[in-house]
């Protein structure tokens, strides 16, 4: 039998194949519909419509894929972080941001993640914005 840490892994690995896969509904499915998604630099937002309308944003703006994801979960499964390598490219120019050109960016990140009835009830993530845009305007 299958312990809640090992669901809540499964859940999450679940969300990250879905994000690299670009499936925005299988990384959706995996979310309660109250979420809360804790944006690096930005605001709060609060359920899975906001949480679907920030996909699309980044869909629009940035081609991304995470790789070396190292996830590590509560015993009781109530919570999850992962750290990973983020690859992408800048697609198109997002308002206060440099200028996109196809640009190529690689850097660490990391997630946080509540958990409750096998759904993801809190997602919060970080990057360093500072070396992103420095990668992005070509100042290093």
């Known amino acids: 039998m299958d312990t809640p840490a090992q669901h809540t ?8 194949d879905a994000f690299n896969q ?17 944006v690096n630099q930005g605001e709060r937002r609060e359920g899975k419509e906001r949480f ?6 980044m869909a629009h703006h940035y081609k991304e894929s995470l790789d070396g994801i ?6 009781d499964g109530a919570r999850a972080a992962a750290e990973f390598n983020v690859t992408g490219n800048y697609l198109v120019t997002e308002t206060g941001l440099p200028d996109a050109k196809g640009q190529r960016y690689a850097l660490p990140g990391g997630t946080f993640f509540a958990v409750k009835d096998m759904r993801i009830t809190r997602v919060t993530t970080y990057y360093n914005l500072t070396e992103w845009i420095m990668q992005v ?4």
């Open 70 to 75: 190292t996830l590590m979960v509560s015993t």
């Open 52 to 57: 679907r309308a920030f996909l699309a944003r």
């Open 9 to 16: 892994q499964t859940l999450i690995r679940r969300y990250f």
């Open 137 to 140: 305007s070509g100042d290093i």
């Open 22 to 38: 670009g499936d925005q509904d299988g990384m959706l499915a995996c979310l309660a519909d109250d979420v809360v998604h804790d």
